[in-house]
Structure formats: structure tokens, C-alpha cells
């Protein structure tokens, strides 16, 4: 058991907590304190949603244990705040929910977005809210509400009728300008000093690269996961490329090098978004070529500062000759071991959707900039992952909501 003391809707506690104890199970068990809902327990549903240190953050994934020192608040501590009132109104006037068991996590959520200046438009509303999910209303007197106090609120917002649509966020679809900073802060508990830039797949419509993921095994610790990716450009000018790691970095979606390589060892960020869920690795790896064998092994570690979660990996690739010679045909082979909160995620479907993507994403990069379509001076800073992730986090989405209504399984 550890002892922490921390200020709940303030007022100074003190309790004796084990390590795994979650913040949502502190609050309504230890403190009583049930207008903190628990949904999924997987940090998806938002209904857990409380402020930890003035951020919103997922208490059923935030360990109690990490909130020592810090100041909480949930739903119950609102009751003098003007602007939770006018949203308590508008929900109930806009008819924003049924049951209500989203609702404590909504209004907080919806609070904080409002404070932030980006409840401006019905589209940023929907996709601020979209890591806080409701199983009633069909989110339009959601929106209605919020959008009926941003504009009160905050003069940046713009009210637009005409584009109304169903479902929580527009998905894989999502426009430019994808709000990922909110998304972000949505699952942390403490603000990010320094992020790597996302970073988006080259869209081309030219020679497209092909990925094939393969099944993932468990091997004591380590989640093993293979991939075919399939480039359409000679051997040796693939192995000339990747023998550039700041090149291949540019490729990779979230990655960012803190300096040229010393010696085959790079030190970096690297930036993981899973729909509410955010991750910012600072790490180091070492690079290994085998010239002989077309072969190359990167293998790292890293550590979220944030959630206190590490990871350590190893990618193994090795090139063969494709439809006779005119293409390069890379096995890849990843594992990779997540301890910590991140844990959660270190298995399953999820990670292989995101894996398969991410790859998808690089392959793209590579087929592109081999082809000499895209400078490699490209500024990483003009790309954004947050489609691709955001359609990561759709697809579970629709696979939890199938299975939960009956209508399909992942
Ligand atoms: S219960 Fe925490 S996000 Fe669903
Ligand atoms: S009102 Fe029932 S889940 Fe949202």
C-alpha cells in the first residue's frame, strides 16, 4: 500500500492506496464520490472524465497512485461554476441527455473545451467531444447544448446548421485542421511541455506501396507482430534509402530525431495517439545493417513521461527482390514489450489496426519519396496523423458499439 494525499473537490485527503488502484475507483469507493461514472474501464468512453491539475483527464486509467500532490475535480464540485451551469441548462433544455450516465463526463468535458476556445463550430464540437461517447441521445442535442454556450461564451464560435450530421466525429474522413491537441489533452492528466509532430502518410495517388500484416504472437513479454510491404522500386535503391535513418524517420508517422545519428544510435520522440489515449516516448535506439543479407535491426526503448509507461522494441527488416527486380519486397518483423498504464494496450486488435496503419503510412512515404514526388526537405510540422489515428479509434468505435448492440464482433 502507498500513502498519498491529494485535494479532491477541495478538500485534503489522505488515504492508503495499492498500486493499481485506479483514480475512478479512489473517488467512488474511497470517497464516495459516484457522479464519476465508469463505463469502459479502457479509457474509450469518457464517462470517467474528471480534472486532475485544471486538465481533463480519463480517471479509470489514471493510477491514484500518480495523483498524489495533485488537485481533482469531479462532476460534484461544480455546483457554483457559472459555466457548468449554463451547461447544465442547455443540456437540459436541448434535451442533451436520457439515462445520463455519459452526462457527468460529458459536462466536464464539454467545460474544458469551451474554456479552451475550441467549441467553434458544430464539426469542432463533435470532434472535441468525440472521446466522450453516448449510448441515448445520437449526440445532436449534445452539440446543440454545447454549441448554444460557446456561442455565449466565446466569440470565436460559429454556429453551422446546414451540415448537421449523425455519430460523434466524421471519422476516418475527418478535414484538415483534425483538432488532435484536443484529443490529446483528453486522455492526459498533465500538460505536454514538448511533443514530437505528428506526422501524416503521403497521399499520393501514384505506384502505391502494398502492407500485409500478418498475426500476432505473444513470446514472454514481447508481442510479436510480422509485415510484408511491397514498394515498387529496385532493391538496392530501397537499401541505399534506408541506410538513411533521418530519411526513414521522416517516414514514419509521430517520429521525430533530437539530432543526426552518432555511431548507428539515435536518440528521439516519438508521438502515439489512440483516439483519447496520447503518448509521447522519448527514447533512444541503435541501428544495425548487414550489407550481406540485405538486412537491418533497429532496436529502442522509451519511456511516456507522462503515464510512467515504457516501451522497448525491436524491428527487424530484411529486403528481397520483387517482380523481377522492378520492386523490393520488405519483411518486417516488430516486437515490442509496453509496461505501465500503456499496458492495457500492448495486445489485441487495437494494436494491430494501429501497426497495420502506422506501416501503411510509411510505406506510403517511402513509395512516394523514392518516386521523388515529395522533397525530403518536407517540413514535418505541415503533416498531422490525426486522421489516421482518429480513424483507428472510429473503427473500435464501431467494433465495441457492434458487439455491445449484438451486431458483430472484433
Ligand atoms: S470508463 Fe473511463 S473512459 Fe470509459
Ligand atoms: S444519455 Fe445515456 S449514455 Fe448518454
Redesign the pocket.
Known amino acids: 500500500m502507498t500513502r498519498i494525499a491529494l485535494t479532491v473537490n477541495g478538500t485534503k485527503v489522505t488515504r492508503e492506496v495499492t498500486p493499481r488502484t485506479n483514480l475512478a475507483d479512489f473517488l467512488r469507493e474511497e470517497l464516495l464520490l459516484t457522479g464519476t461514472h465508469i463505463g469502459c474501464e479502457h479509457g474509450i468512453c469518457g464517462a470517467c472524465t474528471v480534472v486532475v491539475d485544471d486538465e481533463i483527464a480519463r480517471s479509470c486509467i489514471t493510477y491514484a497512485v500518480t495523483c498524489d500532490g495533485a488537485e481533482v475535480r469531479t462532476i460534484e464540485n461544480f455546483d457554483e461554476d457559472a459555466l457548468m451551469a449554463k451547461l447544465r441548462q442547455a443540456f437540459s433544455e436541448e434535451h442533451a441527455?436520457?439515462?445520463?450516465?455519459?452526462?457527468p463526463g460529458m459536462l466536464v468535458a464539454a467545460r474544458d473545451l469551451i474554456r479552451r476556445g475550441e467549441a467553434r463550430n458544430e464539426e469542432s464540437i463533435r470532434i472535441g467531444m468525440s472521446g466522450n461517447l453516448?449510448?441515448?441521445?445520437g449526440y445532436m442535442g449534445i452539440v446543440s447544448a454545447i454549441a448554444k454556450v460557446a456561442r455565449a461564451h466565446n466569440e470565436k464560435a460559429e454556429p453551422d446548421a446546414t451540415t448537421r450530421t449523425l455519430g460523434p466525429a466524421p471519422g476516418p474522413d475527418a478535414p484538415d485542421g483534425f483538432a488532435t491537441e484536443s484529443m490529446a489533452s483528453a486522455g492526459s492528466a498533465k500538460p505536454v511541455k514538448a511533443k514530437a509532430p505528428a506526422v501524416t502518410p503521403v497521399l499520393d495517388s501514384q505506384p502505391s506501396a502494398n502492407v500485409q500484416t500478418g498475426e500476432m504472437t505473444q513470446e514472454g513479454k514481447f508481442t510479436k507482430l510480422t509485415q510484408t510491404i511491397t514498394v515498387n522500386h529496385p532493391r538496392e535503391d530501397v537499401w541505399r534509402y534506408m541506410a538513411d535513418i533521418e530519411k526513414v524517420a521522416t517516414c514514419m508517422p509521430g517520429v521525430v530525431l533530437d539530432g543526426p545519428p552518432q555511431e548507428g544510435h539515435i536518440d528521439g520522440r516519438m508521438l502515439v495517439k489512440l483516439g483519447p489515449i496520447s503518448a509521447d516516448l522519448a527514447g533512444e535506439a541503435d541501428v544495425a545493417r548487414f550489407e550481406d543479407e540485405w538486412r537491418g535491426i533497429i532496436e529502442g526503448k522509451g519511456r511516456d513521461t507522462r503515464s510512467a509507461s515504457l516501451a522497448s522494441g525491436r524491428v527487424e527488416y530484411q529486403l528481397a527482390e520483387a517482380e523481377d527486380g522492378a520492386a523490393t519486397q520488405m519483411a518486417v518483423s516488430i516486437a515490442y514489450s509496453l509496461a505501465g498504464p500503456l499496458a492495457q494496450f500492448s495486445r489485441g486488435a487495437i494494436v494491430r489496426d494501429l501497426v497495420s496503419r502506422l506501416a501503411g503510412a510509411f510505406a506510403q512515404n517511402l513509395e512516394a519519396r523514392l518516386s521523388g514526388r515529395e522533397s525530403d526537405a518536407a517540413p514535418a510540422a505541415a503533416l498531422d496523423a490525426g486522421s489516421l489515428v482518429f480513424s483507428v479509434l472510429w473503427d473500435r468505435i464501431k467494433a465495441f458499439f457492434g458487439k455491445l448492440l449484438g451486431r458483430g464482433s472484433d
Open positions: 441527455l436520457q439515462c445520463g450516465y455519459c452526462t453516448c449510448r441515448c441521445t
